[in-house]
């Protein structure tokens, strides 16, 4: 998840959005303002359009959530692009996902487990470094042109060659071809690099990877692969696909391409129109699989929540961005026709980052160990982590941020993920071994001279801003000398300042790309990783740990790695761990599919878990 509309849109690598607790923060530096999902989660996104239109798909009539013809969705922000092959936010994948379809998908509620979707199978050789697909026969493009495996060719070999900053193509990329990057960034990237990777076999599609990827398969669930119309794709102006012009369309923007503008893929419904209030799309007639029971959908832009919460409470709306837990406790559960699902599974990951070795001298005070400010180097010292990790008292954030729902962690991993133990112990809330801490760090001076630290958080969220005044207060008690100065700034500063390394003690987190738990301990634990800046520690035991479970197919071998890296992090006292969210949503009670066995959190649409063709109205 990620990202630059963290609601989420990343940049080369991530997604960028946030829990009820906190803002999340990977993502590239697009404008954003503060939004909440009913899942629980705060997504950043950028503010724009207005009201819904109040039309259905394609009647253009006045919208009503009480037809079984219509499901109507509100939102707060647009939806950046309908092109899968740049789609790295959920506003844009909820709708990606139900236009266009991947190799593979996610079997019900499940993480681990994959099922095929346009393939029906798929082989693994020469020791997981090939991967033999065969394709589904039968299945139409909403064009009307037939699915062949020069599409799915196409679709990888131009992810491959665009790989933008705004895309998910940087793991595909990882996989394929040994590197994150693009041709323009990495010399290595190749046309014969690129079209020995992913190649058709009369209609085999067939993947070499350079070496084994225990997560490679999961990487092709992300909606950002699904399979595109070639042959529409060249005829409305996309790259051709060939080597002679393969330059230049590397890192090429695709937000509002051709594609984007005229999507065709093979999933259960079909693009009708999009515009700054409204998206439309209905139930494609010639779908391979079970038709779609819901014949429209209608996703209306109501910046103003208060709107969206009336709209859903009068029926007008089936599913509406709520707020998250606190307003669907207070407000929505228990009203007449609607329902509520709870405990939902949290993927996301989030904690306060101490900067080892801050970039810029300009928030660092004095410099020194003089009590005036701290050096750049000043979190390097292990005691003064553990000091600032002992300080924080978990149970208490969980208690008055989210209303008592959650348990403390022990990594940097969701507990839905494999590799995540539960039998680590987590971190302790402890103000005597904070003190003692403190005692000993920097050889005494720190207790002594005491210290000046600026934090920072995201200007209008208060879970964010609670979370860092439990902190400070905690800390402020232990000794006159200490004191934590809080900043609120806007999302793109600190996305900024946290990319170059200049944000000394910040909130952030992650959401899941693909569902294996590389995704975030290469992120957050790997002195390689995308977060390293905001962290700057480099631990050579920890990476070599990390580069192992990225490479070895041994389930228990990784499981085991995995528990390594979280017993040292613990130890070294890396982050300030925040608790898990689990989550929850709100819906009319008239809509039936929506369940613990259906709800997946890796799907884009989290307001229902699962895909629209496996909804229906009553």
Not at 390 to 397: E, I, P, Q, R
Not at 415 to 434: C, I, R, W
Not at 451 to 474: H, I, W
Request: net charge negative; aromatic share 10%.
């Amino acid at each position: 998840m990620t990202k630059a509309d963290p609601r989420f849109r990343r940049p080369l690598g991530l997604i960028a959005l946030t829990t009820l607790a906190l803002t999340l923060a990977a993502c590239d530096d697009k404008t954003e303002t503060n939004t909440s999902t009913e899942s629980g989660t705060i997504a950043t996104t950028e503010g724009s359009g207005t009201e819904g239109s109040g039309e259905t798909a394609s009647t253009g009539s006045t919208s009503s959530g009480g037809s079984r013809d219509v499901l109507v969705v509100q939102e707060s922000a647009d939806i950046p692009t309908l092109d899968p092959g740049t789609t790295y936010d959920t506003g844009s994948g909820q709708v990606v996902e139900n236009l266009y379809e991947t190799l593979v998908t996610y079997q019900g509620n499940s993480l681990t487990e994959l099922e095929p979707l346009l393939a029906t199978e798929w082989n693994i050789a020469n020791g997981g470094t090939e991967y033999r697909f065969t394709l589904r026969d039968g299945v139409q493009f909403h064009t009307g042109n037939e699915f062949k495996c020069a599409d799915a060719e196409y679709t990888f070999r131009r992810n491959l060659v665009t790989n933008t900053s705004d895309s998910g193509n940087w793991f595909l990329a990882e996989s394929l071809l040994g590197t994150g990057a693009n041709a323009n960034d990495d010399d290595s990237v190749t046309w014969d690099k690129i079209s020995a990777a992913v190649r058709c076999d009369g209609e085999t599609l067939v993947f070499t990877l350079p070496k084994a990827d225990p997560a490679f398969l999961s990487k092709l669930a992300y909606i950002g692969q699904a399979i595109v119309d070639s042959e529409h794709a060249k005829e409305i102006g996309e790259w051709d696909g060939t080597e002679a012009t393969w330059k230049d369309a590397v890192g090429k923007d695709l937000t509002g391409s051709p594609l984007s503008q005229q999507p065709s893929g093979t999933g259960a419904y079909k693009f009708v129109s999009k515009d700054a209030t409204a998206f439309r799309a209905e139930a494609f007639e010639n779908y391979w699989g079970d038709k779609a029971s819901i014949k429209n959908v209608l996703i209306q832009i109501v910046p103003e929540q208060a709107a969206r919460l009336q709209a859903f409470l009068r029926g007008d709306a089936d599913m509406v961005e709520t707020g998250g837990r606190a307003i669907i406790e207070e407000q929505l559960r228990g009203k007449p026709g609607v329902a509520v699902l709870d405990n939902l599974p949290d993927t996301s990951a989030f904690g306060i980052f101490m900067n080892q070795d801050i970039k810029g001298e300009g928030r660092l005070g004095s410099g020194k160990l003089d009590g005036q400010g701290i050096p750049a180097n000043f979190f390097s010292d292990v005691n003064v982590r553990k000091g600032f990790v002992s300080a924080f008292d978990v149970d208490t954030y969980i208690k008055e941020v989210q209303n008592g729902v959650g348990e403390p962690r022990n990594f940097l991993l969701p507990e839905t993920f494999p590799g995540y133990n539960p039998d680590v112990e987590p971190p302790q809330f402890d103000l005597d071994a904070a003190r003692e801490a403190f005692q000993q760090a920097w050889d005494g001076q720190v207790w002594e001279n005491g210290f000046v630290v600026n934090a920072t958080y995201r200007a209008g969220s208060v879970p964010q801003q609670t979370g860092m005044e439990l902190l400070k207060k905690n800390i402020e008690s232990l000794n006159p000398k200490f004191k934590v100065n809080l900043e609120a700034k806007q999302w793109s500063e600190i996305l900024e300042a946290g990319d170059k390394g200049e944000e000394i003690l910040i909130s952030t987190g992650w959401a899941p790309d693909y569902a294996d738990p590389d995704n975030f301990v290469h992120t957050f634990y790997s002195s390689e990783g995308y977060y390293n800046p905001r962290a700057n520690f480099k631990d050579e035991q920890i990476d070599a740990w990390v580069n192992e479970a990225r490479s070895t197919s041994d389930a228990e071998r990784r499981d085991e790695l995995y528990t390594q890296i979280a017993e040292r992090a613990r130890d070294q006292a890396y982050f300030i761990l925040m608790p898990s969210t689990p989550g929850i949503l709100a819906y009319r009670d008239n809509i039936q599919g929506i369940s613990e066995e259906n709800y997946n959190p890796m799907l884009a649409f989290a307001r229902a878990g699962t895909y629209w063709k496996n909804l229906s109205k009553n």
